[in-house]
């Protein structure tokens, strides 16, 4: 049987200014605090948690920017749910150094997937505990555009 898709929500943030850490042994790191955001999708909606809240991301040798965001959602009923999400953007050089230049550019030139995981408690929202998540992003010069589908 093949998998299907199902939108689950659109979120949005804006983001600060890079933290450049310099180059590691996994290759350039920067950290991206999130700043604000919010999120809207048929059976779930609210905002972000901020405190705390940032992308912990490198970039690899192989032109892979590769990405560990942290955060946390407050649904508009006061549910928290935490989110661990991993993903990889990369692109032909040209898009890529656009991107880096803060250009706006068309996400349908670029590669930016990523893989949610969420940590919610037990009840009206557990159920985002018990499928597999991915979703396509969009990268603008101080912001991020994310869509969540659960794996159906």
Request: hydrophobic residues 40%; aromatic residues 12%.
């Given at each position: ?33 999130i700043l ?53 953007r990369h ?62």
């Amino acid at each position: 049987m093949q998998p299907g898709l199902e939108l689950v929500f659109e979120a949005q943030g804006r983001l600060a200014a890079p933290i450049d850490m310099g180059l590691t042994h996994q290759g350039v790191r920067r950290i991206i605090p999130i700043l604000e955001g919010s999120f809207e999708g048929p059976n779930i909606r609210g905002t972000f948690i901020t405190d705390g809240a940032a992308d912990w991301q490198y970039s690899r040798a192989d032109g892979v920017t590769q990405a560990e965001a942290t955060y946390a959602l407050r649904t508009n009923d006061g549910v928290v749910i935490m989110v661990n999400n991993y993903g990889l953007r990369h692109g032909p050089d040209e898009v890529i150094r656009r991107l880096a230049a803060g250009e706006q550019v068309s996400p349908s030139e670029y590669y930016f997937r990523t893989n949610p995981r969420f940590i919610a408690p037990a009840g009206r929202y557990e159920w985002l505990n018990k499928s597999i998540f991915i979703a396509a992003g969009a990268r603008y010069p101080d912001a991020i555009k994310l869509w969540f589908y659960r794996v159906t």
